[in-house]
């Protein structure tokens, strides 16, 4: 065992990174690329500096838990949320605009044509032509109110 580790090389590293990376892609879960990462990075370093084996096995721990919080960094930066926030909450989006009525709103209930979609609203009865504001969404459901 103690062979195993004195003879840890350059080479080593750099095959053992892109191994760790290349598994990467038959297993994703962004995490074996972090420590594909941490281990190019020793064997980088060991080109330059050729450390012992312990303070290699030492430069991998460092940067394997480093991974993380850059790994996190990464991904919240990443989100897409900022680009499309309602993308799967259509109906959130509504909220706040102004719609004419095409058929009156009945004991509550009706429905409103928006783009080529008919929603099924609730409000406070209206004839047909009323003009209404949407002030709530609820799953497939929107809550109106007289446009002012």
């Not at 290699?56 to 680009?83: E, H, I, K, T, Y």
């Not at 004991?107 to 928006?114: E, H, M, N, S």
Request: glycine fraction near 10%; charged fraction near 15%.
């Amino acid at each position: 065992m103690g062979d195993m580790f004195t003879s840890l090389g350059t080479w080593n590293w750099l095959i053992f990174g892109v191994v760790l990376m290349g598994l990467e892609l038959l297993v994703p879960g962004v995490f074996l690329f972090w420590l594909g990462l941490a281990a190019f990075l020793v064997g980088v370093l060991s080109f330059l500096i050729d450390p012992t084996w312990q303070t290699q096995l030492l430069m991998f721990a460092v940067f394997a838990v480093a991974a993380v919080p850059l790994w996190r960094r990464v991904a919240r930066s990443d989100s897409s949320a900022g680009d499309s926030p309602f993308l799967n909450k259509r109906a959130h989006a509504l909220v706040g605009r102004v719609f004419t009525l095409e058929k009156p709103i009945v004991d509550g209930t009706g429905t409103v044509r928006i783009d080529d979609t008919i929603w099924r609203i609730e409000g406070p009865d209206a004839p047909a032509g009323s003009r209404v504001k949407i002030v709530k969404a609820n799953g497939a459901s929107l809550t109106v109110a007289a446009a002012s």
